[in-house]
C-alpha cells in the first residue's frame, strides 16, 4: 500500500553495482515500469515526457531542414523484406512474425516492423518518377520492434520509440551531404538539451548498418566507462534503390537510380541521460529537457503568507514559459527534497516564513547540490540564468569525463587495459575485420566508429602489426 | 512519368459516384498511398500533416485538463486480453497474432494491439494502491491494428492512427463526468477546427463498446447522407478494475475498486472532413486544420516586381502565424490553381503587373471560389479575416446540410425512406434491441446514438408497436 515508502528507500549505490543502480532509478524515478512481455516496457508519464522534449526539439530541426513527417504501415510482407539481401540477413533472427489475422492463416507472414527500409522504399518507388520529384526527404515517428535476447530500460528492448528518417536524392553528393547534415543535427542535440558530448565518425564495415553503404554515428560516454551508440545516419548509395527498382528520367533523359539515406535516434537518448548525468541520489536531468525545471517546496506551509507566496512565484515563473511545480502536498519537506532530487529536476526554491521576512527565497541547484540565496523579486531571471549554469555545468562536467577518458594507445596491452578499464582507447588500425574480431573475443570491446579527424599517430596496427590505416575508436559498448 | 498530367486529369464528379470520387480525393490530393497488405495504408506528408493538427489541439486539450501521456506495449499476450469476456469477445475476430519471435514459437502468442483497455488496466493495478494515487488520466498517442475484411482510407483500416485515453477514479461521480467531458472535447474540435458539427449522445447496448457500461459518441453527416461515428468515451464503471484486480485503500480504510474510463479519436476524422466538405474540385479544407492556408500565386512571374512582391507578401504572411506557400515553380497559374483546388487549400493568393501596379491583390476562397480585391498593404489582416470567415462559413454549410437532414419519424415506412434516402431519421424507440435487429435488416441502418434532449414526441416504437422509451438517431454508416 505505502508507495510513500517505496519511494524514500534509498537506491544502490552508483559505484558499487551500476547496473543495479541504473534500474533502481528507472524504476524510483517513476520512467518506466515492467510489462510481462520481456524487452516490452511502459513508458510512465515522467518517461515520455522527457521523449515529448527530445522529439520536439527533433522534430523542429527536421521540418526547418525541409523534411516532412509521414507515417508508413507497421507491418512488413516477409517477401518485401527479403528484397535487399544484406538487410534481410541482419534483421531476420530478431523478427517478430505476425502468422493469423482475423483467425486466419496469413499467406506471406507480417513482420512487425524492426526498421522501415523496405517499406519506404518500396512506396518511393511509386511516387518518384522524375528529377523533379526528387528530392524526397521524410521523416517517420514510431516504434519499432527486435526481438532481443538481453533487454534494459532504453538502452535494449524489444520495442522502442524512435523516428526513421528517409531521403532519396539525384546525386551522390546530395545524399552524403544530408547524411552527414543529419548527424550533425543529432549532434546538436547533445549539446543544446541533453547536456552530452558525443565523439562522432564513421562505423567500420563489421559495424555497419545491415544494407548500408556507410553509417555514421554519435558515441556517449557513460559513467561507467563503456560506450552508447546514441543515433545513426547511414548512407545507402543506390543499392536499395536498385534492389526496388527506383528510378526516374532525369534531365538529360536519361533513367537513373536515385541515391538514399537513412538516420535515426530513439529512446536509448533517455538511457544516455540517466547514465551520463545520474548520482546517488537518482537522476540529474538537463535542464531543458527536464519535464519539470524547477520545484517549489513551501517550507512551514501553514504559516501565513507562505504558500500564497509560492503560489505567485509558480503563476510569474510559469508565464515567462519555465516548466515549474508547486508541490503544496501535505508531505514533509524533507521528503520532498529526497523526491524530486530522485526525479532529477535541476531546481528546487525553498522558501518559508523567515524567507518571507527578508524577501529572499533559496534555491538549490540538483547537479552539485549548491545553495544560493536570492531576492524573490529577482526569480524569474534568477531561475533563467541558472537553467543556462546548471546545462552549462553539466556539459562540462560530461565532457571533461570524455576527455579523461580517451587514452591514446600504442600497444595491443595497452589496449586491453584502457577498455577493461573503461573509456575509449584511440588507436590506429590496419582496416581488417580480423583484429575487430580478435578485439571482441579477447576484451568484449567493439570499434565504436572512425573520426572525422584522421590525423594518424602510429604506423603500424597494434594488434597484427600490419600497416595502420584509420584512427579507431575502440569500446566496450551497451 | 508524368506526374503533372496525373494529377490534372479530372476526377469523378462527387454525385455520380461519392465511393469513387472519395478515393479519388484521398489518392489525387495525395493523403495517403495504398500498400501491398490490404488495409494498411501509407499517410503522405500532406495527409499526415492534418492529422499533426489534429493531435496538435487535442493534446493540448488533454494536458489543459490534467492528462499526461505515456506509451504502453503494442502487443498484449493473449492471456491478458482474455481476462475481461466481453472484450475479448468483441475484439478477438479482429485480432493480428504474432506467433513468431526470434524465429522461435510464442508461448502466449501476443495480440497486436486493436485497443489498449488490458494493457493500462494491468499497469494501473501496479501503480494504484492508495486513495492518493487517484486519479490517475492517461492518454497514448499510437497505431492499433484491426483485422477488417471491408477496408477503405482512413474510415476502415487495417492500422490507424489514434489517442486512447484511460483513466481511474475514486468515485463513479467523477469517472461519469470525465466521460462526458473527454466527449466534450470532441465536440469542440468540430467547432474549432474541423468546420464539422457533430451530434452526440449514448450509445445503445447493441452499439456500444465491448466491456463498457456505456459508451458515448459523436456523429457526423458524410455528403451522401450517411453517417460517421468520429469519436467515443466509454464509461467502464469497476468491470475492468475487477478482472484485473485494482484496488485501492481508501481514506475510511476501506479495500475499494476504482472507476474506469476511455476514449478515443482517429485518422477517421480525415476520412470526415473530406466526405463534409470536399466538392467536384477535390478536398475543401477547414482553415485551421489545412497544412497550407494560404498559397500565393504569381502571374506573369517573369515580369519585374512580381516575385519579389510575392516573396515580402510570403514572409510577411509566415511571420504573423499564417501557414503560407509560395508556389513559384515554373508551371503554369492555371496549372497551380487547380493543384491547390485539388488540395484544398483554403485561400489562394494571385498578384501579376496590373496588380502591383495598383498596389491589389486578388484573394479567391476554396470553399467557394469567390474572389475579393484587396489592397497589398492589409494583407496579413484581410487574410486572418478570410480564415476565420471560411471557417464560419464551412461550419455554418455543414451545420445547415445536417440541420436539413435530420427528420423526426413517426411511422416504420417513414423511418426507411428517409434512411434509405440518406440522413438520421430521429425516432422513438421501445429500446429493444430486436428492432435495431429489424431496421438493420430490413434498410442497413443502425442505431447513432440517443441524443442528451430526450424530449418525447411519439409514445409507441414505430417498429414494434411498444411503449417507446429513447429518443434514438438511426442512419446508415460508414
Not at 531476420?92 to 505476425?98: C, D, I, N, Q
Request: aromatic share 10%; glycine share 6%.
Amino acid at each position: 500500500m505505502a508507495n510513500i515508502e517505496k519511494k524514500n528507500k534509498s537506491i544502490t549505490s552508483r559505484d558499487e553495482d551500476f547496473a543495479q543502480w541504473y534500474t533502481d532509478v528507472c524504476k524510483k524515478a517513476e520512467l518506466m515500469d515492467y510489462y510481462q512481455t520481456k524487452g516490452f516496457i511502459i513508458y510512465r508519464p515522467y518517461g515520455y515526457a522527457i521523449w515529448e522534449n527530445i522529439k520536439n526539439y527533433l522534430d523542429e530541426k527536421f521540418k526547418a531542414t525541409g523534411h516532412s513527417n509521414v507515417y508508413m504501415p507497421m507491418v512488413i510482407p516477409t517477401s518485401l523484406f527479403q528484397k535487399e539481401k544484406d538487410h534481410i540477413e541482419g534483421f531476420a533472427p530478431e523478427t517478430l512474425v505476425a502468422t493469423i489475422g482475423g483467425n486466419q492463416e496469413i499467406q506471406d507472414p507480417l513482420i512487425i516492423r524492426p526498421t522501415s527500409e523496405c517499406v519506404f522504399t518500396d512506396h518511393f518507388s511509386h511516387i518518384i518518377s522524375s528529377y523533379r520529384d526528387l528530392p524526397v526527404k521524410y521523416n517517420q515517428w514510431c516504434s519499432v520492434v527486435r526481438w532481443e535476447k538481453t533487454t534494459r530500460p532504453f538502452l535494449r528492448g524489444s520495442e522502442f520509440l524512435w523516428q526513421e528518417g528517409h531521403t532519396m536524392h539525384a546525386s551522390e553528393v546530395e545524399a552524403r551531404e544530408e547524411t552527414l547534415k543529419m548527424l550533425e543535427i543529432y549532434d546538436s542535440l547533445g549539446k543544446d538539451l541533453l547536456a552530452i558530448p558525443f565523439i562522432k565518425g564513421r562505423k567500420t564495415e563489421k559495424e555497419k548498418f545491415a544494407g548500408a553503404e556507410e553509417t555514421y554515428s554519435i558515441e556517449a560516454l557513460m559513467h561507467d566507462g563503456k560506450a552508447l551508440q546514441s543515433g545513426t545516419s547511414h548512407y545507402f548509395g543506390q543499392g536499395f534503390a536498385k534492389a526496388f527498382d527506383v528510378k526516374y528520367l532525369d534531365k538529360d533523359g536519361k533513367i537513373k537510380n536515385p541515391y538514399q539515406t537513412s538516420w535515426g535516434a530513439s529512446t536509448r537518448l533517455i538511457g544516455a541521460i540517466i547514465m551520463v548525468h545520474g548520482d546517488d541520489n537518482g537522476l540529474v536531468l538537463p535542464p531543458f529537457v527536464a519535464p519539470i525545471q524547477t520545484v517549489i517546496v513551501p517550507i512551514q506551509m501553514a504559516k501565513e503568507g507562505v504558500l500564497a507566496k509560492c503560489r505567485e512565484i509558480f503563476t510569474k515563473l510559469k508565464e515567462a514559459g519555465i516548466r515549474v511545480k508547486l508541490d503544496d502536498s501535505d508531505k514533509t519537506p524533507g521528503w520532498k527534497f529526497s523526491e524530486y532530487e530522485m526525479k532529477g529536476v535541476p531546481l528546487r526554491i525553498e522558501l518559508g516564513p523567515r524567507d518571507l521576512e527578508k524577501g529572499v527565497l533559496t534555491i538549490v541547484k540538483r547537479n552539485d547540490l549548491s545553495k544560493e540565496t536570492i531576492s524573490i523579486d529577482n526569480v524569474v531571471e534568477e531561475i533563467k540564468r541558472l537553467l543556462d549554469t546548471v546545462h552549462h555545468e553539466m556539459y562540462q562536467a560530461a565532457f571533461k569525463n570524455l576527455m579523461n577518458n580517451i587514452t591514446e594507445v600504442h600497444s595491443y596491452e595497452e589496449l586491453k587495459a584502457v577498455v577493461n578499464k573503461g573509456g575509449y582507447a584511440k588507436m590506429m588500425w590496419c582496416g581488417d575485420e580480423e583484429c575487430e574480431n580478435k578485439i571482441k573475443e579477447d576484451t568484449n570491446a567493439t570499434s565504436r566508429c572512425m573520426p572525422f579527424d584522421q590525423t594518424h599517430f602510429d604506423d603500424v596496427c597494434p594488434v597484427c602489426g600490419k600497416k595502420a590505416k584509420y584512427v579507431v575508436y575502440f569500446a566496450k559498448a551497451y
